[in-house]
């Protein structure tokens, strides 16, 4: 179930509220390193990390039920959320439509009114924001910030653009977030699961174990007997 900012602080009123949404199949230690630094440099406040269920941008795998991404995704950030100013939410799990940015963004301002809002986005969805689903009310309600590799030269030209676009056609709020280079993608590491190779060192082992337990992303299903092996 969704909780607002009075159910987990208290009561204490939040001013810069931050939302990293993603399929998260799997979370990694990029994702994590990224929501991390967010914190870290004083962005946000407080942080609702959120699974999409059905990304309207995103087809997803047969298998990929979204009950296993929000649990990976739970034990992903938890040294995160144990901090108690972030969040792995629920939100966009429990509807039945596709998972729109816009609709998050409001839902979350109706419960905080007060708030300013930031939306967390890697560079390649920075780079097709203003054909989503209503973008003229994302960069409305939210300021973007796009998370950068340090090491990204191939992709400056098209992000600058990007930003004097959406400054230009939507008087969007941008800012950049450097983080070190993280050397594997969700797609590099289902790809790698599937042909039964150990990527534990990038997801994080309660995560590497959740997918072998529960035969994710085309491996055997591990019985209780391969503990006792």
């Not at 399929?23 to 994702?31: A, L, M, N, Q, R």
């Not at 439509?97 to 969805?125: C, F, K």
């Not at 924001?129 to 994302?138: G, K, N, R, T, Y």
Request: charged fraction near 30%; hydrophobic fraction near 40%.
């Amino acid at each position: 179930m969704f909780e607002d900012k009075k159910s987990i602080c208290g009561g204490e009123k939040i001013k810069k509220i931050g939302i990293y949404g993603g399929t998260f199949s799997p979370p990694h230690k990029g994702h994590v390193a990224a929501a991390r630094e967010l914190l870290a440099q004083g962005y946000v406040d407080f942080l609702y990390i959120i699974p999409a269920a059905t990304p309207p941008h995103k087809t997803l795998s047969r298998d990929d039920d979204p009950r296993h991404r929000l649990r990976m995704a739970q034990f992903a950030f938890a040294e995160i959320t144990a901090g108690g100013n972030a969040v792995v939410s629920d939100i966009e799990l429990m509807r039945q439509s596709p998972s729109y940015t816009s609709d998050t963004l409001r839902i979350i301002a109706e419960q905080n009114p007060d708030a300013e809002l930031s939306l967390l986005v890697g560079t390649d969805m920075f780079l097709t924001l203003d054909i989503w689903h209503e973008p003229d009310v994302i960069f409305r309600m939210a300021r973007i910030v796009c998370v950068r590799r340090e090491d990204d030269t191939a992709t400056k030209k098209a992000l600058n653009d990007a930003v004097r676009r959406y400054k230009e056609r939507f008087g969007a709020d941008v800012v950049m977030l450097n983080i070190k280079p993280t050397v594997i993608s969700s797609t590099d590491i289902r790809a790698a699961i599937s042909r039964g190779i150990d990527v534990g060192a990038f997801l994080g082992r309660d995560v590497y174990d959740y997918i072998m337990e529960h035969g994710l992303y085309g491996t055997k299903k591990r019985s209780s007997c391969d503990d006792n092996t």
